[in-house]
């Protein structure tokens, strides 16, 4: 495991534990060169889908990109990291439980706004204006105003 500031490759790991949801176990290391701490995952190597971009190009899932796409979302609001990283591992575990090879980027575009549409108004409005490409403040209003109108249907 290569260090984060020096560049090592020699480390010691100080201690392990298995993930709240237990799929990863998490290892805190030192680095026997610089001394500074760290910390990596391990995980089981899952076959995910290649991911259909609506220009057509393909690319591997990279739940990188969906963690980049939510941080920017959920800037300066109330939601913590734990949250974000459970959003991006309900839609991994979606997507290989998919068992295609192929997946649009549309289909993961959605489930990131249902994951905000119930966690943060706001954060789901940020990204939707950005995933769906409003073209003017009127495209804004109309998805606040739906905002709105399904908040009144559940709460008569």
């Known amino acids: 495991m290569k260090c984060p500031f020096c560049d090592g490759v020699e480390d010691r790991v100080i201690d392990s534990r298995t993930s709240k949801e237990g799929d990863a176990i998490r290892r805190r290391r030192e680095c026997l060169k ?22 057509g190009r393909r690319e ?16 300066k609001r109330p939601i913590g990291t734990d949250q974000l990283d459970a959003i991006v591992g309900t839609i991994e575990k979606k997507l290989v439980g998919l068992g ?29 204006s950005v995933y769906r490409q409003f073209k003017d403040i009127n495209d804004l209003m109309d998805e606040v105003k739906t905002l709105f109108e399904q908040k009144d249907k559940r709460h008569p």
């Open 34 to 55: 610089c001394g500074e701490r760290f910390t990596s995952y391990e995980r089981v190597e899952e076959v995910v889908p290649m991911v259909v971009k609506k220009d």
């Open 60 to 75: 591997p899932f990279d739940m990188g990109k969906i963690k980049s796409g939510l941080l920017i979302s959920c800037k």
């Open 100 to 128: 295609v090879k192929e997946v649009q980027s549309t289909w993961i575009g959605e489930q990131i706004m249902a994951e905000l549409k119930d966690l943060d108004k706001v954060a789901y409005v940020r990204f939707a």
